[in-house]
């Protein structure tokens, strides 16, 4: 847990866009490129649960909450997963972590990045 750094969370009123980075300077460029990704969130109370996922072959789905506003992507030369989020509604308000999985076991998260959508 915790050997990622994601960026770009804040606050920002209904209706505005934030877009989260997560830089994976920690895992090699080859681990990399076959790696599936993911953006998860959490709010007190409640597991964490998916909201956007990217496989290595580029099959990207979302939770039926987000599709539509939120877009999942990565670009494998910085090594960076990123997830753009527009439309933000008040219950997208959470804590978001992204995740990289590399085969069956290993994986890494990040920290978390704290987003706030006022209404």
């Known amino acids: 847990q915790g050997q990622l750094v994601e960026s770009g969370g804040g606050l920002v009123q209904a209706g505005g866009s934030l877009r989260l980075s997560c830089p994976a300077s920690?895992?090699?460029?080859?681990?990399?490129?076959?790696?599936?990704l993911g953006w998860y969130r959490q709010t007190p109370g409640k597991q964490r649960e998916l909201v956007a996922g990217?496989?290595?072959?580029?099959?990207?789905n979302y939770a039926d909450s987000v599709k539509g506003r939120f877009t999942i992507s990565r670009d494998n030369a910085k090594k960076t997963l990123y997830l753009q989020m527009n439309s933000l509604k008040p219950e997208d308000t959470a804590v978001y972590y992204c995740?990289?999985?590399?085969?069956?076991?290993?994986?890494?998260w990040g920290r978390g990045t704290q987003v706030t959508v006022s209404s």
């Open positions: 995740a990289v999985r590399i085969g069956n076991n290993r994986e890494y």
């Open positions: 990217l496989s290595s072959g580029g099959a990207n």
């Open positions: 920690r895992i090699i460029f080859s681990d990399f490129i076959i790696s599936d």
